[in-house]
């Protein structure tokens, strides 16, 4: 490897440190004793990288986790794998994961290149501008949002989130889903 590439993933992950330091502070998800929010969740038609067609309401009866992300985002690069190994534990008690690539048109081959390399297990979709403005803008990411079976916003977090903050959200989103 040569010293130009280590000294670009140092500060890479110095970055991503920083960052993860500066969302622990930020929005959180939701634990035991937050309160449900009761916003309906914007449904959504998106398509998959192989040109499917996917609606949030598509996945009405499950527990979602919907991740605005993208591939020049350091911090949603930490997370994804996370999110892989916690759709793998939790898929088959009813979680659904969709991630909304907030990528620039025309990056498909990006993102393709990016979730084969993470080796991603859920749902990925190419988002746009109209998705991310309903979902309040989807500004900073990652941007992700707790869905309940009812299709209501059980809760959200912006920034990056520790892979224990994703799992204890996940575990209660689906307690409430029984």
Not at 63 to 75: D, H, I, K, M, S
Not at 87 to 94: C, E, I
């Amino acid at each position: 490897m040569n010293p130009r590439t280590m000294v670009a993933g140092g500060l890479v992950l110095v970055i991503a440190i920083i960052m993860y330091g500066a969302a622990r502070r930020s929005t959180a998800l939701p634990g035991p004793t937050n309160s449900r929010q009761s916003r309906v969740a914007p449904d959504f038609e998106l398509k998959t990288l192989d040109g499917r067609v996917v609606k949030l309401s598509d996945f009405h009866h499950k527990a979602v986790v919907l991740n605005f992300w993208a591939t020049y985002c350091g911090p949603c690069r930490v997370e994804m794998p996370w999110l892989v190994d916690l759709y793998r534990q939790y898929r088959s008690q009813g979680l659904e994961i969709i991630g909304v690539s907030m990528d620039d048109d025309g990056e498909q081959q990006k993102v393709a290149d990016f979730i084969r390399e993470v080796g991603v297990n859920y749902t990925i979709v190419l988002g746009n501008h109209a998705v991310g403005d309903a979902y309040g803008g989807a500004r900073f990411l990652p941007q992700t949002f707790l869905i309940d079976p009812n299709g209501h916003i059980a809760g959200s977090a912006t920034g990056m989130k520790s892979k224990s903050d994703f799992e204890i959200a996940i575990k209660e989103l689906l307690a409430n889903a029984q």
